[in-house]
């Protein structure tokens, strides 16, 4: 049996990498693990950029953060080329169990999100599925028109670039606990450090980081965080551009109420869902430049890193000790939801 949450290298290697299909001429980026959006050449110096992710409908987290958590996390995969999305498709396998308010309330929300990002839904496929219990129900494929040799990857990073990190650590698993426990936060932390916490949730696109980086001089690669945490997208980009890492666990952005979430809930802030942060390899010329234009748009940022090549390895360097990373099988904050539930908390 499989385990639960995305694959691992050596599953996509194994059953996935060589059997894509028919190999056009035109495909600029391929399928490869770590590697956000695929790119295709459309002639007359113009590229087509995808990317696809589940459709969530949570009812623990109800409609509005259903919809938020579909439409961004698709959004953030195309915001690393350094473009907006612009079209979107999108597939919905609904509960058959679904009220019509409770799809009203849904799909408004959707087209609400997709409307404020300035995607254009141009198609897709509805539908209600007896027995579909599933938090995923559906798939959103985005796209986005640009100019051939202007976009970037996860693919890209080059020896010796500086790794930086924005926003928080674990932002996406913080915000989520908060709304899935919200009496357990209440009770420890108090109303407004729920509210502060709870507000994260809408604070998890890239989008507006991601274009700064693109317009940024020396900046080679860009990957969002996701499942696996700061760790993991480190390794992902790296493994896409077939380089090793150095991070200092130190200068990794933990904001207070993630170090009090984290604390609380059992999950390791490093190595947990974390839309939100974007992680950005840059030149070290262009670092500082990178670093001031973000803080001037009040976003958080740090270097965290250094790109190295690949027989360096991927080291952690702590408080104590230089440890190599090991890429683990399943996401910290999912222990953290269960164990939640087990107890009862609210």
Known sequence: MAKAGKINLDFFKQHISEKCGFQRPEILMKPKFGVDVS???LGSG???????????????????????????????????SGYAPQFAQVVLNLPDTM??????????????????????????????????????????TMFAVGDFGKYFTSANAKDGDLIIMTKSAAMMSTAILSKSFPETVKEHFGED????????FEQTSVLKEALIAANSDGVTAMHDVTEGGIFGAVYEMMQASDKGFEIDESKIIIDEETGKMSALF?????????????????????????????????????????????????????????????????????????????????
């Open 46 to 80: 113009k590229i087509l950029i995808s990317a696809s992710d589940p459709m969530s409908f949570i009812r623990g987290l109800g409609p509005k953060d259903s919809a938020w958590l579909s439409v961004v996390l698709t959004s953030n995969d195309i915001a690393t």
């Open 266 to 346: 059992g999950y390791d802030a490093f190595q947990s869902v974390g839309a939100g942060s974007l992680i950005i390899t840059v030149k070290p010329h262009g670092a500082e430049d990178l670093l001031t234009k973000l803080n001037s748009e009040n976003i958080s940022c740090a270097v965290i890193g250094t790109v190295k090549e690949k027989n360096s390895g991927y080291r952690i360097i702590s408080e104590h000790e230089i440890k190599e990373y090991k890429h683990p099988e399943t996401d910290s904050y999912w222990a953290a939801f269960y164990n939640a539930l087990q107890k009862n908390w609210k």
């Open 39 to 41: 790119v295709i050449d």
């Open 193 to 200: 450090f729920w509210l502060k916490i709870s507000s994260k």
């Open 99 to 140: 009220s019509a308010e409770e799809f009203e309330d849904y799909w408004d929300y959707t087209h609400h999100y997709c409307d404020e990002l300035q995607i254009s839904i141009v198609g897709g496929h509805t539908g209600f599925v007896p027995g579909q219990n599933s938090t995923f129900a559906g798939g959103i």
